[in-house]
């Protein structure tokens, strides 16, 4: 009787197996792999879910915590857009016509968002969780180089594509850069090439600069690429300083520059930060002073709305650049603008206003991709040619992930016309003259295969 | 010359807010014997009585203009300040001056917080070690940045320096340099005074009025002051409560230098703290002098050349100082002996 048990039959065997496999959930992925394409391989892949989530990762809290909340507003604001809500902002504008309001390829747009606290590690956790627990597909947002890099490089680890949002260092498409990682703001080399010829006109060729910089990434890049462009205009530039990022009071950085020589202060900090340089500067009466029997000038390479209206009054006449402002005449542009000014009461910023576009681009990219396989989106994205977003004609390039458009130079308006008219564009650098050979960052994009979740 | 005033002035004005600071801190250790890690959110609190008074004086009437649209075209918000509307001008003077207004908010307020706080919690920590009063008033610290960081967002908000008050004093012209040499923010220079003011006042109130002698007799015996029939105990909270005060109008005046968040009293509790160490626990004037020396030295060790030299060295040398003093002496610059000797 009990050796009559024993005995195992090779149909009991297979029937028990398959039993096994269908209730361990492992058949899709054994035929997947051996009969479904390989593209249906890959982290969070959605094809399974009537959504798809994308995950955004700003800095809510920390010295970039007023760039976070707009870049949040902005993604909302896409993910509605996209989801056929609202007016549709740019989408109608768009040189692409592939986005119709229905989702991205006819999935719902679902979001989760996460708090980088403008830290590297704090944003890496949130990314993560965003993409193992959330199931994201697409990560965005920014907002400090040093966690954009961060992120991105998580992204080209865990197979999940980065549509960087506020990034402006030269590393994030330079030295750091990933096959994973795609940007489409401005970086701090061509503000350099695009500030050059205003300081030049403004403020003469013989100057000395002293830089107060933000001691990351971001700050040194920039800080290079200030110093290379104004030293070509045949400016001098003293022993840059380094500052923390989010120092706060900057008043003991500032008070050397009183006896240093220099005749104008390059502020290479962003967010609260640059708002409280420079507003510690302009106390510390620096605009007032005569130095080398010339006028003492600020410059601010990289300035936004949301710090202009932060600094107030120290911020008029200040220089600087921006990858796009509000007051454009260009259609996409205005479309932008109606529909945040309409939804939230105030203007969008550039960190809103690239977040929104980089949402955009992705799910463009997709459905002219025809999946969400982040190598076949990669593919649609590189060397693509778009127009209706806000910059004029725009080339995302293959070779590093750079956008290259035009570049706007700024000035802290001296008669706003209301609250929200804080900066004019004095000038516009054309795509051409800031764009530069790969090679000079150097970097490797890495593969296009993607990696497994975990 | 010009260089090392400019920096003299600015270590003189950190100085300033770090004594105020750990002025409160050593009061508290030197009478209760409790080392209060709350202190910090005490000074984030008294600038958060400026924020309060401002958004007060700022509330405002929104009404549609339908003649004018927005830039984005939906109809004008015209936003007109309740402050203006009810007092007129004095509305426009009483929003420029909100921050020294809200010293009037902050006196009764951080005094009643003080002793709330010392008789509600700290009290029953008198006994044990001081890792456990730590703990306490460290988590006590946590739950008031947390309370306002929900109250007030978790981001900076700034605060003006009322208009009679901005820009930059020829300090150099005062000294026989040239002109325009040297020149430092005029609300620096006030906070700096302003320091000073509320250093003497509380120096001479302990030294010159009768609570005070109690005080300072309690802090060198407590019980053969309590055998005298003084109730010592309840002098040392009226303390406790005006090293709250001292914190808060601290932190008030700070907020034109400094936009508060919630963050803002840990960012000076760790320096305080370390101020009092090498000043001495316990001690009054080695906290005075230890918060103006460091503030000194840290000025300094952000200069172009030191920082040429030794990189990074303005971000640690408070740091070293400490670490220095701690192997060599102790018991801190002005310390009695045999407190936190062993």
């Known amino acids: ?454 | 010359m010009d260089a090392i005033l400019a920096q003299l002035l600015n270590g003189l004005d950190k100085g300033g807010a770090y004594a105020l600071i750990a002025l409160g801190l050593t009061l508290v250790f030197g009478t209760l014997g409790v080392v209060n890690f709350a202190h910090g959110a005490l000074f984030m609190l008294g600038a958060f009585c400026a924020v309060t008074i401002r958004l007060l004086l700022s509330m405002e009437t929104v009404t549609i203009d339908p003649e004018k649209l927005s830039p984005w075209g939906t109809p004008l918000e015209v936003r007109t300040p309740l402050a203006q509307q009810w007092f007129g001008d004095w509305g426009s003077v009483m929003l420029d001056y909100s921050v020294p207004l809200a010293i009037l908010l902050a006196v009764p307020i951080m005094l009643i917080l003080g002793i709330v706080m010392e008789r509600g919690l700290i009290k029953h920590f008198y006994k044990r070690p001081h890792a456990e009063q730590i703990l306490v008033t460290f988590g006590l610290a946590i739950v008031l940045q947390e309370i306002v960081k929900a109250f007030f967002g978790p981001n900076p908000i700034p605060q003006p320096v009322p208009t009679d008050f901005r820009g930059a004093a020829d300090v150099g012209a005062w000294f026989g340099l040239q002109a325009g040499a040297v020149t430092y923010p005029v609300w620096r220079l006030v906070y700096l005074l302003f320091s000073v003011g509320i250093l003497a006042a509380v120096f001479a109130f302990l030294r010159f009025t009768t609570f005070g002698m109690v005080v300072r007799a309690g802090m060198a015996d407590r019980e053969t002051v309590g055998i005298l029939g003084i109730n010592i105990d309840r002098r040392f909270t009226i303390m406790f409560g005006l090293a709250a005060v001292v914190a808060g109008v601290a932190g008030v005046m700070y907020t034109p230098l400094l936009p508060p968040n919630y963050h803002l009293g840990m960012d000076f509790l760790v320096l305080s703290f370390v101020v009092v160490v090498v000043g001495g626990m316990g001690s009054l004037p080695g906290a005075v002098a230890a918060g103006f020396l460091l503030g000194i030295v840290q000025s300094f060790a952000s200069m172009t050349e030191i920082k040429s030299l030794l990189p990074g060295i303005d971000q640690i040398i408070i740091y070293l100082i400490a670490v220095i003093i701690l192997l060599v002496r102790p018991r801190g610059l002005l310390g009695r002996s045999g407190v936190m000797e062993t």
């Open chain 1, 1 to 454: 009787m009990s050796d009559s048990k024993r005995v195992i039959t090779r149909r009991q065997v297979i029937r028990t197996g398959m039993a096994g496999i269908l209730a361990t959930g492992v058949a899709p992925l054994v035929l997947s792999r051996n009969s479904w394409a390989q593209d249906k391989n890959f982290c969070n892949n959605p094809d399974s879910k009537s959504s798809v989530t994308l995950g955004f990762n700003m800095p809510l809290t920390g010295a970039y915590a007023d760039e976070g909340a707009d870049e949040q507003r902005a993604f909302e604001l896409a993910v509605e857009h996209l989801n056929g809500g609202g007016d549709g902002g740019m989408i109608p504008t768009f040189s692409s016509k592939t986005l119709k309001g229905n989702g991205i390829l006819g999935k719902k747009v679902a979001f989760v968002t996460g708090d980088t606290q403008t830290k590297a590690d704090a944003a890496r956790d949130s990314a993560r969780r965003m993409i193992e627990r959330d199931g994201a597909v697409m990560i965005s947002g920014g907002s400090s180089s040093g966690v954009a890099i961060a992120v991105q490089g998580l992204c080209q680890e865990m197979g999940v594509l980065f549509m960087a949002a506020l990034t402006h260092s030269n590393d994030t498409t330079g030295k750091d850069k990933k096959r994973y990682g795609f940007r489409h703001f401005f970086n701090a080399y061509q503000s350099g090439i695009a500030i050059a010829p205003t300081l030049a006109k403004a403020y003469g060729k013989d100057r000395v600069a002293y830089h107060l910089t933000a001691d990351y990434t971001w700050g040194w890049t920039q800080e290079e690429s200030m110093k290379n462009a104004t030293e070509a205009l045949g400016w001098k530039t003293l022993t840059p300083v380094r500052t923390p990022v989010g120092a706060g009071d900057f008043s003991q950085y500032i008070t050397p520059v009183l006896s240093s020589g220099a005749d104008v202060l390059i502020l290479n900090h962003y967010g609260f930060d640059m708002v409280n340089s420079l507003t510690q500067a302009v106390q510390f009466g620096l605009r007032d002073k005569q130095v080398n029997g010339k006028q003492f000038e600020i410059v601010v390479p990289l300035v936004s709305d949301l710090m202009a209206k932060g600094a107030g009054a120290a911020m008029k006449g200040i220089y600087g650049t921006s990858n796009w402002d509000w007051q454009l005449q260009d259609a996409g542009s205005q479309a932008f603008t109606k529909s945040f000014g309409a939804k939230y009461g105030q203007p969008p910023s550039q960190a809103a206003h690239t977040s929104y576009v980089q949402t955009l681009l992705y799910a463009d990219a997709c459905e002219r991709a025809g999946t969400f396989y982040p190598p076949e989106v990669i593919k649609s994205l590189e060397d693509y040619d778009f127009d209706g977003l806000g910059n004029g004609p725009t080339t995302y390039r293959g070779s590093d992930h750079q956008c290259f458009k035009d570049v706007l130079v700024v000035q802290g308006k001296e008669s706003p016309a209301n609250p929200f008219d804080l900066l004019e564009v004095v000038d516009t650098a054309s795509k051409d003259s800031v764009t530069y050979d790969p090679a000079i960052f150097g970097g490797e994009l890495g593969p296009y295969e993607p990696n497994k979740c975990t």
